[in-house]
T-cell receptor, first 114, second 113 residues
Framework: DTGVSQDPRHKITKRGQNVTFRCDPISEHNRLYWYRQTLGQGPEFLTY????????KSRLLSDRFSAERPKGSFSTLEIQRTEQGDSAMYLCASRMGASGETQYFGPGTRLLVL | AQSVTQLDSHVSVSEGTPVLLRCNYS??????LFWYVQHPNKGLQLLLK??????LVKGINGFEAEFKKSETSFHLTKPSAHMSDAAEYFC???????????FGTGTRLLVSP
């Protein structure tokens, strides 16, 4: 399968714990995106990478959230001191450079904070 | 600011009848518009996209959408619904110069036998 992959697919954690999610984009895609989707809503943009550079962050991305893409390939999204309001589906997408319009999405990581 | 309004949270049709999912957008510029579908426990899949070429866009699985600038609409249609079309559908806008996609709240399509 050469699509976008995410790991883990599901995560249950207790409030106050830290969690980290991983995203592996399609191999030739240099642009990577994180979105968050809560129940009954459409996905909302969190952050965007071009290669290893994080070029845009949403105001939704509080200081408890940090994302990295150290070698311009896979990316990680860490949430520190989780809160119940962080419970959501976290989606990763990737696309080609300037000539590519379509963002391809992974299956998501569903987070439940107890 | 760019935004999308999906006018129906749920649409119910019978198998074999036409499908219409409505979407209106707001954008200061000539946007790119998309429809994505989300089946349970599966990732978002692109159905079709409009990027300032032909206003009638054909997508996968028999879906199509028409860009109407005067009405700021991008409604999704299919002549004949199939049971496998039951899913959540999202209308999405992206303005030139912006990276992020802005999603509507989604329309759940229910298809009955």
């Amino acid at each position: 399968d050469t699509g976008v992959s995410q790991d883990p697919r599901h995560k249950i954690t207790k409030r106050g714990q830290n969690v980290t999610f991983r995203c592996d984009p399609i191999s030739e895609h240099n642009r990577l995106y994180w979105y968050r989707q809560t129940l009954g809503q459409g996905p909302e943009f969190l952050t965007y990478f071009q290669n290893e550079a994080q070029l845009e962050k949403s105001r939704l991305l509080s200081d408890r959230f940090s994302a990295e893409r150290p070698k311009g390939s896979f990316s990680t999204l860490e949430i520190q001191r989780t809160e119940q309001g962080d419970s959501a589906m976290y989606l990763c997408a990737s696309r080609m450079g300037a000539s590519g319009e379509t963002q391809y999405f992974g299956p998501g990581t569903r987070l439940l904070v107890l | 600011a760019q935004s999308v309004t999906q006018l129906d949270s749920h649409v119910s049709v019978s198998e074999g009848t036409p499908v219409l999912l409505r979407c209106n957008y707001s954008s200061s510029y000539s946007p790119s518009l998309f429809w994505y579908v989300q089946h349970p426990n599966k990732g978002l899949q692109l159905l079709l996209k409009y990027t300032s070429a032909a206003t009638l866009v054909k997508g996968i699985n028999g879906f199509e959408a028409e860009f109407k600038k005067s009405e700021t609409s991008f409604h999704l249609t299919k002549p004949s619904a199939h049971m496998s079309d039951a899913a959540e559908y999202f209308c999405v806008v992206r303005e030139p110069g912006f990276q992020k996609l802005v999603f509507g709240t989604g329309t759940r399509l229910l298809v009955s036998p």
